[in-house]
């Protein structure tokens, strides 16, 4: 069992940079061999896809945040992270890190991600 904790939220300003951090409690291997993805959640909204990584550090990003934001992984740390920067008041959510077995082309389901953690807010004042 995969257990995850997301790091790094707090309040920043728009315009401003956040870098989210969320560890793994697994084996290398583990770690390793998992999609990760970060997802987010505003008050009233459903949950939604925000990026993936897989093994091979193959990246996606959902049109609202590309060019803006940047997932990447470090294995040995068993850590991901999202690099969020030009933070707009739209980014405030709770966010969310995940792992699924792998991760889908096009596609950033919640319904394929198993394991998450508790989440970690972002709020973005204009």
């Known amino acids: 069992q995969m257990q995850l904790e997301e790091s790094g939220g707090g309040s920043a300003q728009a315009g401003g940079s956040l870098r989210l951090s969320c560890g793994a409690s697994?084996?290398?291997?583990?770690?390793?061999?998992?999609?990760m993805g970060w997802f987010r959640q505003a008050p009233g909204k459903e949950r939604e896809g925000v990026a993936t990584i897989d093994t091979f550090s193959t990246t996606q990003y959902a049109d609202s945040v590309k060019g803006r934001f940047t997932i990447s992984r470090d294995n040995g740390e068993k850590t991901v992270y999202l690099q969020m920067n030009n933070l707009k008041s739209e980014d405030t959510a709770m966010y969310y890190c995940?792992?699924?077995?792998?991760?889908?082309?096009?596609?950033?389901?919640?319904?394929?991600?198993?394991?998450w953690g508790q989440g970690t807010q972002v709020t973005v004042s204009s």
């Open positions: 995940a792992a699924a077995p792998s991760c889908t082309a096009g596609e950033m389901s919640e319904r394929n991600f198993a394991h």
């Open positions: 697994a084996s290398a291997y583990a770690f390793i061999m998992k999609c």
